[in-house]
């Protein structure tokens, strides 16, 4: 009848401290005794090593059994430290993953590898910097759970905490005549680069190439338009919706890839704008090109994620919106 | 089913500090796990092994009980008493518990003022 409860007293004693384990031992076998005999005494008809499974299966998990004893969690992270575990790993991810993963995919491309294999490194560091993250708060915050003097949280709540309520119009006025002005000034440079007054004379040197009227400027000019008729109907809807997001990054593709392919073919410029440069005419129109090229890939893709968070953000808000 | 388990986990919880209050009042004696287990259900206070026994040594922890092993017998026996703090906590937990039962009463006879 000994080697069960044997094997039992000793997986329940294995894992605590030596101070304690002599004084669980001899309790648990005291209590393991009691109940045996109690069913013995019952007068079931039961063997002593029926009672003895009987007794033994009621404790349970010995490791559990002894958790209670020495009052040791059975959790990685309780309710104290839960929260400020969580709002710690969403601010880390947050902040360190997007950064991080845009850091060297740029750094991919200054390097001159291809954009494939700069993005695919990216997102690879910033999956592994994610996982790291999260392993490592969440081992720290084990620890702090199982250190003494663990009686109160982290940091304290106060009412100044609280989140503001959702705006009920989450396209405001000054959005909407900042965007018309900027969109309209864009719409004015496309025109005015033509008549750019260059020399005493009084003759015209247009920055971008006069053959680009043909089509293209036409073009661009008309998705500036559509911006502004988009801009206009997003403020009467007063929110972002997957469907806006979705036309916004149509109309950001519209602009932004024949500009890069008129940029990068070497049509965007009017030739005689370099010939008065000088000796350095190159030069200048390398930088100048890459200057363009920069700024409207990263614009379109600016505000293409923009749209999206804040589309995400109002179908999360909807719900107390519609009560506010 | 969910109406017999909400009462169950109800019911639970209204006897959790009861049996701690049993215990002090019952423990004035000397006595061991089992048999405090089994004379605390005789007179109507259930509580069940898994829960008795953590809770003496808690009570102990906390000074509330004092313990000696009895090696009289064949099997050692943890032997536990109260301790003048746990008979002060005691005193203090059966005015609060006659407070609770005249507040109580008031609500059943529709006297509250």
């Known amino acids: ?324 | 089913m969910g109406t017999d388990e909400t009462t169950a986990s109800h019911l639970q919880e209204l006897r959790r500090g009861t049996v701690v209050l049993g215990c002090l009042m019952r423990l004035r004696t000397p006595d061991y796990g089992y048999a405090l287990l089994e004379s605390l259900n005789g007179i109507g206070i259930t509580v069940d092994a898994n829960t008795l026994y953590p809770l003496l040594r808690r009570l102990e922890k906390q000074g509330l009980l004092t313990s000696e092993w009895n090696t009289d017998e064949a099997r050692p026996r943890k032997f536990y008493s109260t301790s003048p703090a746990g008979d002060r906590l005691a005193a203090e937990l059966t005015a609060d518990w006659h407070r609770i039962d005249q507040a109580l009463t008031r609500l059943t006879t529709g006297d509250e003022r």
């Open chain 1, 1 to 324: 009848m000994t080697t069960l409860t044997d094997r039992y007293v000793h997986a329940a004693t294995r894992t605590v401290h030596d101070r304690q384990r002599a004084e669980l031992d001899r309790e648990l076998r005291e209590r393991i005794g009691d109940a045996v005999d109690a069913r013995l005494a019952a007068g079931d008809g039961l063997t002593p090593a029926d009672a003895e499974v009987a007794a033994l299966t009621e404790l349970g998990d010995p490791e559990r059994l002894a958790a209670r004893y020495v009052d040791r969690p059975l959790y990685l992270i309780g309710p104290r430290l839960y929260l400020d575990w969580l709002r710690l790993v969403k601010l880390l991810l947050a902040i360190a993953v997007p950064i991080t993963t845009g850091v060297v995919i740029f750094a991919g491309l200054i390097g001159g590898g291809t954009v494939g294999d700069a993005v695919v490194n990216g997102l690879a560091t910033g999956f592994s910097l994610a996982v790291n993250l999260a392993f490592w708060v969440t081992v720290v915050f084990a620890i702090i759970e199982r250190t003494p003097a663990r009686s109160t949280a982290l940091t304290t709540w106060t009412p100044a905490r609280l989140p503001e309520l959702p705006k009920s119009r989450q396209v405001s006025r000054v959005d909407l005549i900042l965007s018309i002005v900027f969109l309209v000034v864009a719409i004015g440079a496309l025109v005015w680069q033509q008549f750019t007054v260059d020399r005493p004379g009084g003759e015209f040197t247009p920055i971008l190439d006069p053959a680009l009227w043909a089509f293209w400027l036409p073009y661009l000019i008309a998705v500036l338009v559509a911006e502004i008729v988009f801009t206009a109907l997003l403020y009467r809807n007063r929110h972002w919706n997957w469907w806006f997001a979705a036309v916004n990054i149509v109309l950001n593709a519209a602009f932004a890839i024949p500009v890069v392919w008129l940029a990068s073919t070497g049509q965007l410029f009017n030739p005689e704008l370099f010939d008065r440069v000088g000796p350095d005419a190159d030069g200048v129109r390398t930088v100048l090109t890459n200057l363009v090229i920069g700024a409207a890939v990263i614009i379109a893709i600016w505000d293409s994620v923009d749209g999206f968070v804040k589309a995400w953000r109002a179908q999360r808000d909807e719900v107390p919106a519609a009560g506010a």
